[in-house]
């Protein structure tokens, strides 16, 4: 089921037997709203790319919940599925602990962002495509920031790390386009 460019519908209530949301199913769209049942077990964080999406979350789905119907997050609420809209900020729940692959793709509002201390865990393009992103600082707990979490990120030039270089995450520059120019690690 696609809704990939539809313009007349605002808001959607998904079937209850639904089980999976492929990339890109409601890209192009203007969906405002979209209701998701107790049996989505699978999506695709790229669903809701462009689209000022307000999620609503069946209680009894048993993978997933939302956070103010902006952020999609785990059921036990440490991984951070979705941002479903474009903001300039996001406020993380203390809860969340990975930050999942492709969890902000494509937020062009996106600046600059803290992560909160909670984060341990950054996946593989958590951020791809955030083209507008200039600055991340990252908290001293981190523990692992995937190879291409910082991909197609045009304009991310300072990566602060907020641990010294031999006791932080490996495999810098994790993806940014302009490589360990970019990232700044502090004692």
Not at 22 to 45: H, M, N, P, Y
Not at 48 to 62: C, Q, R, V
Not at 121 to 135: G, H, M, P, R, Y
Request: glycine share 6%; charged share 25%; aromatic share 8%.
């Amino acid at each position: 089921m696609h809704f990939i460019g539809e313009t007349n519908v605002l808001q959607i209530t998904l079937s209850a037997n639904l089980e999976t949301i492929d990339s890109f199913s409601f890209a192009g769209s203007r969906i405002t709203q979209l209701e998701l049942g107790e049996k989505v077990k699978a999506l695709s964080t790229v669903s809701f790319d462009g689209m000022p999406l307000n999620i609503i979350i069946s209680k009894e789905n048993p993978n997933f919940k939302t956070e103010d119907g902006t952020l999609i997050l785990s059921k036990d609420g440490k991984r951070l599925v979705a941002a479903c809209k474009d903001l300039a900020t996001y406020n993380i729940p203390n809860s969340v602990q990975i930050i999942a692959r492709s969890t902000f793709y494509n937020k062009q509002k996106l600046r600059e962002m803290t992560i909160p201390t909670n984060i341990k865990e950054i996946q593989d393009s958590a951020f791809d495509l955030v083209s507008n992103l200039q600055k991340i600082t990252i908290p001293s707990n981190i523990e692992k920031i995937s190879a291409n979490a910082f991909s197609r990120c045009d304009s991310l030039k300072e990566i602060v790390i907020n641990k010294k270089e031999k006791e932080g995450p490996t495999g810098a520059p994790w993806g940014c386009p302009y490589g360990l120019r970019a990232v700044f690690w502090k004692e």
